[in-house]
């Protein structure tokens, strides 16, 4: 920061005054001015003197107000002329890179009493700096988050740099600073002028600092970091959100959600959970300052009583597709509003796809008719082991061994026990041992498979004995051992019924198709637990070819809706399909629907990026710092010509006309 002046045309300031001034000074030589006096005595002398004066063209130089007002009014003019400039920020330098941070935190509003982001005061403070750009110098426009883009190239033009500025567009994505440099340096070392010149080029980073690669960062140049943003920036943010259904309970929605509070003071914002825009569940938390220390921390709780609560968690119930959201209802004072909410998609349960292994059994087949099922098939044992089908969510064996089973998927078997598994029959040797007339002695009312099920006058004619292993769960007690085991190993899921249903009267009770029903509905949403994962702003997610396909075998293109704007994107020809950056926060849908790829949701949860507390050091600790202010350039040619030169030509005009009375 200098205020010595600087001049934007000293050339031709220079020669305007090496012509002016001497110019100036040979009028004063030529013309000596004297005050006629008519005298008696000389007037024979009078054709004398004048013959004398015509033939002396250089006369003495005699001390004249009027001729140094002059000069000094014509050296007034040519220092007007020549531009004079005062920094009293630095300017821009010979060659300049201007570095503008776009990402998500640059979109808090903390400026101005909240009215102004910190990505607009950026903007301002970079036009700023290039109205000092000097004639002949160039700048470049580069704009970063997780990526860099170069806006502007290298241009002597300050107008067409103002325009990459003011064209820059905040994202929601992280800050990373590496790419930038990387792509500045590149810039810089294919500029003529830089090759012309062994000075280093400037480099203004206009930025709140948190970078997530500051130790990677390294640069050929002179760095100036501007920091932007203010310290008392509140914030509270969701960094962390999952959900998954109940293990035992696939029916059963269970979300988790972890806030922090990046703001000077203590709060206690409510959180709210909605499905599909409906509000489900309000929670209550308690956030103490990140920025806190552990003795902070500890002198809040014991004086002032506070509890910290910093998580949330919600159980719902789920059975259809449908769009979670947990969103931090505490607004007032809370500078970024990427970080209030974050979504999660939860899918649909799967067209139930069933096949019936059997030689024939009436009233398994009435009771999968009577279920509506979209793809009920038949197929006898023999048939099965020559296809071995991977297709169907729940096969289920009807008093039939399989032989082999795929490596993936439910199963439910009647009368039978598969080999190969930790849950197997008791044995006499070769045989099962069997356990005769049985009745049902309890069952697991709570469990979703028999909810609402009355199953106390069940007879069982003849059972198998089952060796249950301690991992595995009795759904329904015999009077003589279990009757009913749902059992869990790799990837497969087991339903064992241990009878015959022939040898019972279960087929004939209002619980048996009703059973039926609620298993199959456990097994196919218990065989997709995971809800889908969400991306973090700038993904490109990829969409498989064989996934477009089975939305529209002549797919052409697909719209992407989503927050900010619409776009239709080409579907090419062959391989996979890559969807553009998703920059903004929030829930995105495909139109036409892409299987697996309907509702996309894209969330923040990034710390660093919520902590709005501005970095004091440059980021990676790479050049200096620097702080803005007010204007930073002044052109005083315009005051000397008001202020100065103006006033003295009166005085000029005063002395001249005195002297013509006198």
Not at 101 to 112: E, Y
Not at 243 to 262: G, S
Not at 390 to 414: A, E
Request: with cysteine.
């Amino acid at each position: 920061m200098s205020w010595l002046p600087t001049f934007g045309n000293i050339l031709p300031a220079a020669i305007a005054a090496a012509l002016a001034v001497p110019a100036l000074l040979v009028l004063y030589f030529l013309k000596l001015k004297r005050r006629e006096m008519p005298v008696s005595s000389t007037l024979l002398w009078k054709k004398a003197i004048q013959d004398l004066q015509v033939n002396a063209p250089f006369q003495k130089l005699r001390r004249n107000l009027l001729l140094f007002l002059q000069l000094l009014l014509l050296l007034l003019l040519t220092l007007a002329l020549s531009r004079p400039i005062v920094n009293y920020s630095p300017g821009a330098g010979k060659m300049t890179v201007i570095l503008i941070d776009r990402s998500a935190s640059m979109s808090s509003k903390d400026i101005d009493d909240g009215k102004t982001t910190r990505l607009d005061e950026a903007k301002r403070r970079a036009k700023k700096l290039a109205d000092t750009m000097d004639r002949g110098a160039s700048a470049m426009v580069i704009a970063f988050d997780d990526s860099a883009e170069t806006v502007q190239p290298f241009t002597t033009d300050a107008s067409a740099v103002k325009r990459a500025i003011d064209s820059i567009q905040p994202t929601d994505r992280r800050t990373r600073l590496k790419l930038a440099y990387q792509l500045a340096e590149a810039q810089s070392n294919f500029n003529p002028e830089q090759l012309r010149s062994t000075q280093k080029p400037d480099v203004w980073v206009y930025s709140d600092g948190r970078v997530l690669d500051g130790p990677e960062l390294r640069l050929n140049g002179t760095v100036h970091y501007d920091k932007v943003g203010t310290d008392t920036a509140g914030n509270v943010a969701i960094v962390a959100l999952s959900a998954k259904r109940n293990y035992e309970n696939p029916l059963e929605v269970q979300v988790f959600a972890r806030l922090a509070n990046y703001g000077p003071n203590p709060v206690s914002p409510d959180v709210q959970l909605t499905v599909d825009g409906q509000v489900m569940k309000v929670a209550t938390t308690t956030l103490l300052p990140e920025r806190w220390t552990d003795k902070d921390r500890e002198q809040a709780e014991k004086q002032a009583g506070m509890v910290p609560r910093d998580s949330v968690e919600f159980t719902i119930e789920l059975a259809n597709s449908a769009v979670i959201k947990v969103e931090q209802m505490r607004k007032d004072g809370d500078c970024l509003a990427a970080d209030d909410a974050a979504s999660i998609v939860v899918p649909a349960p799967k067209t139930l796809q069933v096949l019936l292994v059997t030689d024939g059994n009436y009233f398994l087949e009435k009771a999968l008719d009577s279920l509506n099922l979209k793809s009920p098939d038949r197929m006898l044992p023999t048939v099965y082991e020559e296809k071995l089908p991977t297709q169907y969510h729940v096969i289920i064996f009807d008093r039939y061994q399989p032989k082999k089973l795929p490596p993936s998927g439910s199963f439910i078997y009647f009368g039978v026990v598969p080999n190969g598994l930790k849950l197997s029959a008791v044995r006499n040797g070769d045989q099962p041992v069997m356990m005769q007339d049985q009745g049902v002695l309890d069952w697991k009312r709570d469990h979703p498979i028999l909810r609402y099920l009355n199953l106390g006058k069940i007879y069982v004619g003849e059972a198998i004995k089952l060796s249950v292993p301690p991992d595995a769960e009795t759904l329904v007690d015999g009077l003589k051992g279990p009757l009913v085991v749902l059992y869990r190993e790799g990837r497969n899921t087991h339903l064992l019924v241990a009878f015959d249903l022939l040898q019972s009267n279960w087929p004939l009770q209002v619980s048996f198709p009703m059973f039926m029903y609620q298993a199959l509905q456990f097994l196919a949403m218990g065989s997709d637990m995971d809800v889908r994962q969400s991306f973090e702003p700038g993904a490109t997610p990829r969409l498989p070819r064989a996934t477009l396909v089975q939305a529209d075998p002549n797919i052409r293109s697909v719209r992407l809706n989503g927050p900010g704007a619409s776009r239709d994107i080409t579907v090419p020809p062959a391989g996979d399909f890559a969807l553009p950056p998703l920059d903004k926060v929030g829930v995105y849908t495909t139109d036409p629907p892409v299987p697996q790829y309907e509702k996309i949701a894209v969330n923040l949860l990034d710390p660093s990026e919520s902590n709005l507390l501005p970095s004091a050091v440059p980021p990676g600790q790479v050049g200096d710092v620097v702080q803005s202010k007010g204007k930073g350039r002044l052109e005083l040619w315009w005051w000397i010509v008001a202020f100065v030169a103006l006033p003295l030509l009166l005085i000029e005009w005063w002395v001249y006309t005195r002297r013509v009375h006198l």
